[in-house]
């Protein structure tokens, strides 16, 4: 990769992350968390597969935990597990409709979420914290999708 275009996918993932202190909150007994860091960097991956490799992905995912204070290797092992995949299914998922690649990165994030409040928090884990996260990924999938898209033909191959 460039480094013009090694610039933008990481100040993008930083600006993801960023955005994901910014908008956890708790209402009541419900924790509303968000993954953007995570759909950001699986957006990478889908739309340029052929520059975001391992590599990439283990490098993010070490940023992603020492930026949001989580267990280093936690991040890296799942986001190397989860570009591995969407390697493997790249040019297969273009073929699927929004619906069913938001499905697919919804339940991606709300698994990692899961095992993040699983390992960190065993005492407070919420089945209905995990539901309304799968909910909200897939329906932030929506807007992170588009807007990386349009920030990527903008600015990547400008």
Not at 111 to 128: G, N, R, T, V
């Amino acid at each position: 990769m460039r480094t013009r275009e090694i610039i933008l996918v990481y100040s993008s993932i930083l600006f993801a992350i960023i955005l994901d202190s910014l908008l956890s909150f708790k209402v009541g007994v419900i924790f509303f968390d968000t993954n953007f860091s995570y759909l950001v960097f699986s957006y990478w991956v889908f739309a340029v597969p052929e520059k975001i490799r391992v590599n990439q992905s283990i490098l993010i995912g070490f940023l992603v935990d020492f930026l949001s204070n989580s267990a280093i290797g936690f991040h890296i092992s799942l986001y190397c597990l989860f570009s591995l995949v969407i390697h493997a299914y790249a040019y297969t998922f273009r073929l699927f409709s929004y619906l069913q690649l938001a499905i697919f990165f919804g339940t991606s994030t709300a698994f990692i979420s899961a095992l993040f409040y699983l390992f960190h928090h065993p005492l407070h884990y919420s089945y209905l914290d995990i539901f309304i996260y799968w909910i909200t990924s897939m329906i932030l999938w929506f807007p992170v999708y588009f807007g990386m898209r349009r920030f990527r033909q903008k600015f990547f191959y400008a």
